[in-house]
């Protein structure tokens, strides 16, 4: 998902799978629940996302929805099994709403500030900061906002979403440089120095990946993407020392399809669920109602079928042994491209059964 910011945005509606009398906007790119007729497609609104520290007013106004020890803490939530990613704050709540322009930050003027958990030791370290060629980002997209940027019939691959803690490691082989990150440090322009302490370093090393690089590349930039386990509570997977699946393997700057990434990286890949045809159905979605409750515009959205989204249920198949319950799942186009915000079409489906806390790690 996009960096945390608090800003004004166009709210884009889509129908609520579960839920007549709901929809879900689309703001930036984080999804959101909403009564029906409550908002218009394009209304200008001001969203605060989930990890919002709230104070002054805006604490007192939504204090009972806030979670934390100091309820003041803005914590996803299911409606009717969707994930609602954080609050819209009435423009009355925000002095000078009209001069903001769309997606400028306004956490600074509202006093908002981002909840940062406690980073376990074991995943702590000394940083630096890097320079590398090609190095990208990686972040999942909520599925039910971002449908209408998948093809009908277009290959898709379903990948299973693990409840760890991403890590990234680059090689570039013209400078022999390595550059080992999780997914916080890296956005922030910052990685790992080298410590047999640290988990990811600990990741990287049990599994070779170094060594797996240079096996099958001897030039560019070479980074790939996984989430390291076990380091969230009930997660372990069947794991009981720290290990890594991988889900990308990109090699200066383009994703390698899964298929055809080595053998040694297939052993350490994630679980694929589906490889097949985007099945999907056509919804009526309400843009306007007039204060009356007449209809007064729609339109017509696409959804991924119900034989694609159940898959995000069930158990986790890492251990074999369904240790415990799939986090989810992510759906992705077979040849990687970008939705047309920009972002990578990599969607998540979270398992209804799966529960944040607020206070998971990256």
């Given at each position: 998902?996009?960096?945390?910011?608090?800003?004004?945005?166009?709210?884009?509606?889509?129908?609520?799978?579960?839920?007549?009398?709901?929809?879900?906007?689309?703001?930036?790119?984080?999804?959101?629940?909403?009564?029906?007729?409550?908002?218009?497609?394009?209304?200008?609104?001001?969203?605060?996302?989930?990890?919002?520290?709230?104070?002054?007013?805006?604490?007192?106004?939504?204090?009972?929805?806030?979670?934390?020890?100091?309820?003041?803490?803005?914590?996803?939530?299911?409606?009717?099994?969707?994930?609602?990613?954080?609050?819209?704050?009435?423009?009355?709540?925000?002095?000078?709403?009209?001069?903001?322009?769309?997606?400028?930050?306004?956490?600074?003027?509202?006093?908002?500030?981002?909840?940062?958990?406690?980073?376990?030791?074991?995943?702590?370290?000394?940083?630096?900061?890097?320079?590398?060629?090609?190095?990208?980002?990686?972040?999942?997209?909520?599925?039910?906002?971002?449908?209408?940027?998948?093809?009908?019939?277009?290959?898709?691959?379903?990948?299973?979403?693990?409840?760890?803690?991403?890590?990234?490691?680059?090689?570039?082989?013209?400078?022999?440089?390595?550059?080992?990150?999780?997914?916080?440090?890296?956005?922030?322009?910052?990685?790992?120095?080298?410590?047999?302490?640290?988990?990811?370093?600990?990741?990287?090393?049990?599994?070779?990946?170094?060594?797996?690089?240079?096996?099958?590349?001897?030039?560019?930039?070479?980074?790939?993407?996984?989430?390291?386990?076990?380091?969230?509570?009930?997660?372990?997977?069947g794991q009981t020392e720290i290990t890594l699946r991988l889900f990308d393997v990109r090699h200066n700057g383009k994703s390698i399809e899964y298929d055809k990434v080595s053998d040694e990286f297939k052993q350490i890949w994630v679980p694929i669920i589906y490889d097949g045809e985007c099945k999907m159905n056509e919804k009526e979605v309400i843009l306007h109602k007039s204060h009356d409750g007449q209809i007064l515009a729609t339109k017509t959205t696409k959804l991924l079928s119900t034989e694609i989204t159940e898959?995000?249920?069930?158990?986790?198949?890492?251990?074999?042994?369904?240790?415990?319950?799939?986090?989810?799942?992510?759906?992705?186009?077979?040849?990687?491209?970008?939705?047309?915000?920009?972002?990578?079409?990599?969607?998540?489906?979270?398992?209804?059964?799966?529960?944040?806390?607020?206070?998971?790690?990256?």
């Open positions: 998902m996009s960096n945390f910011k608090v800003s004004k945005e166009k709210i884009e509606l889509f129908p609520h799978p579960n839920a007549d009398a709901l929809q879900i906007g689309k703001i930036g790119s984080y999804q959101v629940i909403v009564k029906l007729g409550d908002y218009n497609d394009g209304d200008e609104v001001v969203f605060a996302p989930e990890k919002s520290i709230l104070s002054g007013v805006l604490k007192s106004e939504w204090e009972k929805y806030l979670v934390g020890p100091n309820k003041d803490r803005v914590k996803a939530v299911r409606l009717r099994g969707e994930i609602s990613s954080g609050i819209i704050i009435p423009s009355q709540f925000v002095s000078n709403f009209d001069d903001f322009v769309i997606g400028e930050d306004v956490s600074e003027h509202l006093g908002i500030k981002m909840y940062v958990p406690e980073i376990p030791k074991q995943l702590m370290g000394t940083t630096e900061g890097f320079t590398m060629p090609f190095m990208g980002q990686h972040d999942c997209e909520h599925a039910r906002v971002y449908a209408n940027e998948l093809i009908p019939g277009e290959r898709i691959v379903v990948s299973e979403k693990l409840h760890g803690s991403m890590f990234t490691l680059a090689y570039n082989f013209e400078t022999e440089e390595t550059v080992v990150t999780s997914k916080g440090l890296l956005k922030s322009g910052l990685s790992i120095k080298e410590d047999e302490n640290n988990a990811y370093w600990q990741a990287a090393k049990n599994c070779r990946i170094k060594e797996i690089i240079k096996n099958n590349y001897n030039s560019g930039v070479v980074q790939v993407f996984g989430e390291i386990i076990p380091v969230q509570k009930g997660y372990n997977y898959l995000c249920k069930g158990a986790e198949l890492v251990s074999g042994k369904s240790q415990h319950i799939r986090e989810g799942v992510v759906v992705r186009p077979y040849k990687d491209r970008l939705a047309h915000d920009g972002n990578k079409l990599r969607l998540k489906l979270l398992n209804p059964e799966y529960k944040e806390t607020g206070d998971e790690f990256n």
